[in-house]
């Protein structure tokens, strides 16, 4: 597939909660081939910070040549991201990654989110065809960023570490509580949610599909900086470590040892 | 106008070349850049065997620059003869490897493999700081180099580099010893070891926790460097660190490089290498330099 060098056009730039953004990007190229699951590298326009920042795709409108980016901010460079204007000039890498394998038809997908990592269920939740439930993690009932635009997709089960909406506690605890039951998962979060879900889908024999985050470099897979242990030897340097930017950032659970 | 370099008997288009584990064997950037318009492509380091590299977090950023302690993870010169050589074959530039070892024995096997195939020049990585044994080991004593310097340069078919490490009291003494064992040229400068922590969580921000530092911000150290290293011996050097653009590849040229490395640089824009090609080719147009090797060292006081 196809990885375009752009310069994105900002079209609006929207607070959605404490520390959260949600960027429209108007695209040449990487709009119409990008899927659910793939990242950009966005570069930053201060160049002392040398290092693009990789930030999943939570939206993609092929008929507008657009895609949504909804980020924290955690650093200088998102930071740098949170002030931008519309009409500011980006300079963008992408698609980049693998993103969700759809082909395979399932009964029940549980679409599952963990903070940061909600976005880019959005659009996984719009491309998944059959019957899906959506649970999502939060820190917060004030920090439920995306919430309504989620529940136009399917039904939601929100759990928050304050126990301030819905289950108290994280999305296991969610899944739990209200019994849900499905044949797949695929998530995308913080490793400790990331790891309990690879046991609990392990354990009730479902397939999972999850989304990891590593620092980046290139963002194309030449540098080798964001590698994850796999159980099979990995197909770039056979020493069962897969680069996360260009194998996943999605992974099979089973065969990444997280 | 000439901008060819004659280097070590080896005829390069132009003096830019990409710099050893950034740009892996050519085929991921090979989608933005035309491998045929560079000088050559230099390998990321390759060993006897498959190398699993260090744990993540490996890179890190850093004002003007950045740390990586990737390791070297690489997947053995087997792999790397069968897919990567045959890979850069299919271009017109000039194939360097770069060979890293834990040991004296595991470099020469490296070696021995590569002296029947097909690529132009040996880059002998004595310098990264992130492997625990070999690598710097062997890069910051005199002795050492001048030892594994004259151990491969026995066995090699083709002319060898020895990569050198700023991470030393002078640098002249390391590249004096690779030239009195026999080396063909030398390179500088290997990343110069540093480190994070994340005042948040009182961490390193790096597994490894020293990391090696590249990028923009150490190019002025660089450029010192090649100048001291340029006046101390007669081999010809490939200068590397921080170059970003055109203006930072000709300083380094008139430092004394007869090559510039471009590394860091590429993952702030992918197509650096070709923008520095083109730079070069406008500055030598501005200032009517006929051949490029007018440049080398014309760098004169005040």
């Given at each position: 597939m196809a990885i375009y060098k752009e310069e994105a056009i900002v079209l609006s730039n929207e607070k959605l909660s404490e520390g959260v953004y949600s960027i429209v990007l108007k695209t040449k190229d990487i709009a119409k081939e990008?899927?659910?699951?793939?990242?950009?590298?966005?570069?930053?326009?201060?160049?002392?910070?040398?290092?693009?920042?990789?930030?999943?795709?939570?939206?993609?409108?092929?008929?507008?040549?657009?895609?949504?980016?909804?980020?924290?901010?955690?650093?200088?460079?998102?930071?740098?991201?949170?002030?931008?204007?519309?009409?500011?000039?980006?300079?963008?890498?992408?698609?980049?990654?693998?993103?969700?394998?759809?082909?395979?038809?399932?009964?029940?997908?549980?679409?599952?989110?963990?903070?940061?990592?909600?976005?880019?269920?959005?659009?996984?939740?719009?491309?998944?065809?059959?019957?899906?439930?959506?649970?999502?993690?939060?820190?917060?009932?004030?920090?439920?960023?995306?919430?309504?635009?989620?529940?136009?997709?399917?039904?939601?089960?929100?759990?928050?570490?304050?126990?301030?909406?819905?289950?108290?506690?994280?999305?296991?605890?969610?899944?739990?509580?209200?019994?849900?039951?499905?044949?797949?998962?695929?998530?995308?979060?913080?490793?400790?949610?990331?790891?309990?879900?690879?046991?609990?889908?392990?354990?009730?024999?479902?397939?999972?599909?999850?989304?990891?985050?590593?620092?980046?470099?290139?963002?194309?897979?030449?540098?080798?900086?964001?590698?994850?242990?796999?159980?099979?030897?990995?197909?770039?340097?056979?020493?069962?470590?897969?680069?996360?930017?260009?194998?996943?950032?999605?992974?099979?659970?089973?065969?990444?040892?997280? | 106008m000439n901008t060819c370099v004659n280097f070590c008997g080896i005829n390069f288009k132009n003096p830019v070349i990409t710099a050893s584990g950034t740009f892996g064997s050519g085929q991921e950037y090979s989608q933005f850049v035309d491998l045929n318009r560079l000088g050559g492509v230099v390998t990321k380091g390759v060993a006897n065997l498959p190398w699993k590299g260090n744990p993540t977090p490996r890179v890190a950023e850093v004002y003007g620059g950045m740390?990586?302690?990737?390791?070297?993870?690489?997947?053995?010169?087997?792999t790397f003869c069968k897919r990567d050589i045959p890979f850069l074959q299919n271009y017109d530039t000039n194939i360097i490897v770069n060979v890293c070892g834990h040991t004296t024995e595991e470099y020469l096997e490296v070696v021995e493999r590569l002296a029947s195939e097909n690529v132009d020049m040996l880059e002998i990585n004595i310098s990264c700081p992130n492997v625990k044994e070999g690598g710097i080991a062997f890069g910051q004593d005199p002795k050492a180099v001048f030892d594994i310097t004259q151990q491969i340069k026995k066995i090699a078919k083709q002319p060898i580099i020895m990569k050198l490490s700023p991470n030393v009291t002078d640098i002249k003494e390391m590249a004096k010893a690779a030239e009195a064992g026999g080396a063909d040229a030398v390179s500088l400068i290997n990343t110069i070891t540093g480190m994070k922590i994340d005042i948040n969580r009182r961490s390193f921000v790096l597994a490894n926790k020293t990391g090696g530092m590249s990028g923009p911000a150490i190019h002025p150290v660089a450029v010192r460097m090649v100048y001291e290293t340029a006046s101390a011996v007669n081999i010809p050097i490939i200068?590397?660190?921080?170059?970003?653009?055109?203006?930072?590849?000709?300083?380094?040229?008139?430092?004394?490089?007869?090559?510039?490395?471009?590394?860091?640089?590429?993952?702030?824009?992918?197509?650096?290498?070709?923008?520095?090609?083109?730079?070069?080719?406008?500055?030598?147009?501005?200032?009517?330099?006929?051949?490029?090797?007018?440049?080398v060292g014309a760098v004169h006081e005040r």
């Open positions: 990008a899927i659910a699951g793939q990242f950009i590298s966005v570069y930053c326009n201060d160049s002392s910070r040398i290092l693009p920042r990789p930030i999943s795709l939570c939206e993609i409108d092929k008929k507008e040549n657009t895609i949504r980016v909804v980020f924290r901010t955690v650093g200088k460079g998102t930071n740098e991201f949170a002030k931008y204007e519309p009409n500011t000039k980006v300079t963008v890498l992408g698609p980049l990654g693998n993103g969700y394998d759809l082909s395979k038809q399932y009964d029940n997908v549980l679409v599952i989110g963990g903070g940061i990592g909600i976005p880019p269920m959005l659009q996984l939740a719009k491309n998944i065809q059959g019957k899906k439930q959506i649970v999502v993690g939060y820190r917060s009932k004030n920090d439920m960023f995306l919430y309504e635009e989620l529940q136009k997709e399917a039904e939601v089960f929100v759990a928050t570490d304050d126990g301030s909406y819905q289950t108290n506690g994280t999305v296991i605890d969610a899944i739990k509580e209200n019994k849900l039951k499905a044949d797949a998962v695929m998530a995308c979060g913080p490793m400790p949610m990331l790891k309990a879900l690879k046991e609990y889908c392990q354990k009730n024999e479902m397939d999972c599909f999850i989304s990891l985050e590593e620092r980046m470099a290139c963002g194309i897979g030449a540098c080798l900086g964001c590698v994850t242990k796999t159980k099979k030897k990995d197909h770039h340097s056979k020493v069962h470590n897969a680069r996360i930017c260009t194998e996943g950032p999605v992974f099979d659970a089973r065969e990444v040892e997280i | 740390l990586n302690a990737v390791g070297l993870q690489n997947p053995g010169i087997d200068g590397m660190g921080g170059i970003v653009n055109y203006e930072d590849a000709i300083e380094m040229i008139l430092a004394g490089a007869s090559l510039v490395s471009v590394g860091t640089a590429n993952f702030m824009d992918p197509q650096s290498t070709i923008k520095i090609v083109e730079g070069i080719e406008d500055y030598m147009r501005r200032y009517n330099v006929s051949d490029i090797k007018e440049l």
